[in-house]
């Protein structure tokens, strides 16, 4: 079977969740039995995200191969179960690289290079290599249909239908409906408009998903659909619902899954959502209290820095069938003195990764203070490294750091090692991506994994200096997994505390809705046994 392209286009205004409506129906096509692989295509710059300044523009997630991308990938990973690469994870930065270095080699034979064809022919060369056996490829184009960046995208998606036939491929325009308050009315002027924007590319959408924060009325739907030139049937409300990881219901409430199937002749299989279904009920009405999990941050304006922690938490909490409430901890403002009030009713504390010397003295503080009062700890990369400076400083190595923070530490016990420092070019010495990890037997971790053997994502540059584990020790933390290969450290825990564990890794991008990761489920089930 030749693979199905479907591509969800913006209109109106951007954050009106259409990277979840992909992933939903994702979700949904995956659900029904089809292989299913999902890409990002971003008008930025940029040639990754990992330069982007997570409080702009959020969370850095990592595939993993060692892509730093866009938080949307952490969506469609959490929702379609699986795990995606740097292919699912194009910007226009990356295509135009390409193009120019082509250019440089001669590739195109003296041709004037232009945007069309060569930049709109790369574009669908990475959309089709992205597809490869897949038997339904969903391309979500990032920004608004009319944005002047995202125009070469747009083209790049119009001449796709030309080259794998109009039977193989779909377009969902996602739009969004503004409420008048005063009149209190639903108005439906801006997606026609944006539907007129989409048409003027070129393109004239399959399905219109029209996204409200209120409820829809027929006639507003009538008139997208007459105004639009879009079958009524194809015309389809997609309210605001109380959780993300309903949509996939909805969607198939809807009909869009036998739509979709009917437009691409795909077998109308039946869905099996009964898993999400579950879960919905749980996070709409769970039986038990909430448990509350202080993060200690610092990018607190902009939390989406932190969604797959906070996704994480949630996912752990509902498969004990409660929720989780998450208390933002300014690290910043947290000293000594006003330890004891910021955690005084809390159940858990969690110190997520983070880069640069902003907030990281309230960090090591909250760490020793899990540490010493059994306040069950998760520590994720910076966590780890703040935990293992904080136990040394414990143990009377007062100047323990980082020489991410003090370049001329005497006590350098977080530090790069030396085989890093001869990768001059920065960046060039993160580790990015999976790499392996062996648990002591028995250890905490060893009880969580149930394995001695397992991978991991990473996103770091500096590591634990092993000259300090004697201290390391005597602070009360051992190393519980280390690197098979090259012997750094990737989890220490302590042995005498009810749940203190950190890692060099990020165990918070492997974790799904449907399948809580082990360190996270550890930790709410810790707060269970106080
Ligand atoms: N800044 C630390 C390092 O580079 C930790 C990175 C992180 O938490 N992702 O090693």
């Known amino acids: 079977m030749a693979t199905k392209y479907i591509f969800v286009t913006g209109g109106v205004l951007s954050g009106v969740g259409k990277g979840v409506t992909a992933a939903s129906l994702g979700a949904v096509l995956k659900s029904r039995g089809f292989k299913v692989n999902i890409q990002k295509c971003d008008p930025y710059f940029n040639v990754d995200s990992g330069t982007l300044n997570p409080a702009e523009h959020g969370e850095v997630f990592v595939t ?45 034979l003296g041709k004037t290079v232009q945007i069309i064809p060569h930049v709109t022919d790369a574009m669908q060369e990475a959309i089709i290599n992205s597809s490869k056996g897949f038997d339904i490829h969903i391309v979500e184009v990032g920004g608004t249909v009319g944005d002047y960046e995202s125009t070469a995208f747009i083209e790049a998606i119009r001449q796709l239908r030309l080259k ?60 997208l659909s007459l105004f639009g030139d879009i079958p009524l049937d194809r015309v389809l409300a997609l309210p605001t619902v109380d959780t993300i990881y309903e949509v996939p219901l909805i969607i198939e409430e809807t009909g869009i899954g036998d739509i979709v199937c009917k437009e691409l002749s795909l077998p109308n299989k039946k869905s099996k959502l009964n898993d999400w279904t579950k879960l919905v009920s749980i996070i709409k009405k769970p039986n038990k209290k909430a448990c509350k999990v202080a993060i200690v941050a610092k990018y607190l304006d902009h939390t989406d820095t932190y969604s797959s922690v906070v996704e994480a938490l949630k996912s752990a909490a509902w498969s004990f069938d409660m929720d989780v409430s998450i208390v933002w901890v300014d690290a910043e403002k947290l000293t000594k003195d006003n330890c004891q009030d910021k955690f005084n009713k809390i159940d858990a504390i969690v110190v997520p990764g983070g880069f640069g010397n902003r907030g ?74 999976d790499y392996k990890c062996d648990i002591v037997k028995g ?41 098979p290969e090259t012997g750094l450290t990737e989890i220490v825990e302590a042995p005498k505390h009810s749940y203190f564990i950190a890692t060099q890794f990020h165990p918070e991008f492997t974790s799904r809705p449907l399948k809580p990761h082990p360190l996270f489920a550890g930790l709410i089930g810790a707060t269970q046994k106080q």
């Open 360 to 433: 990281i003295e309230g960090k090591i503080l909250a760490a020793q203070y899990a540490l010493q009062n059994n306040i069950p700890y998760l520590g994720l990369c910076l966590g780890m490294q703040v935990a293992s400076i904080g136990a040394i400083r414990m143990a009377g190595i007062k100047n323990a750091n980082s020489t991410e923070f003090d370049v001329k530490s005497k006590d350098p016990v977080i530090d790069i090692m030396e085989s890093q420092k001869k990768q001059k070019k920065l960046g060039g010495t993160m580790r990015l991506g």
């Open 443 to 483: 250890s905490l971790a060893h009880k969580m994994y149930k394995s001695e053997h397992i991978v991991e994502r990473h996103r770091h540059r500096y590591e634990f200096n092993p000259k300090y584990t004697k201290q390391l020790n005597k602070g009360g933390l051992v190393i519980s997994g280390t690197n």
């Open 64 to 108: 993993k191969d060692g892509a730093e991308t866009d938080l949307d990938l952490g969506h469609y990973e959490r929702f379609l179960s699986s795990n995606l690469t740097q292919q699912s994870s194009t910007m226009s930065g990356r295509i135009y690289r390409q193009v120019i270095e082509d250019e440089r080699s001669g590739k195109y």
């Open 164 to 223: 794998v036939g109009p039977k193989n491929c779909l377009y969902i325009h996602v739009v969004f409906l503004p409420f008048l308050e005063a009149s209190q009315e639903v108005k439906s002027k801006p997606a026609q408009n944006a539907v007129r924007d989409l048409r003027e590319a070129g393109i004239i959408c399959d399905i219109l998903v029209a996204r409200a924060d209120h409820a829809v009325p027929k006639n507003i739907l009538k008139k």
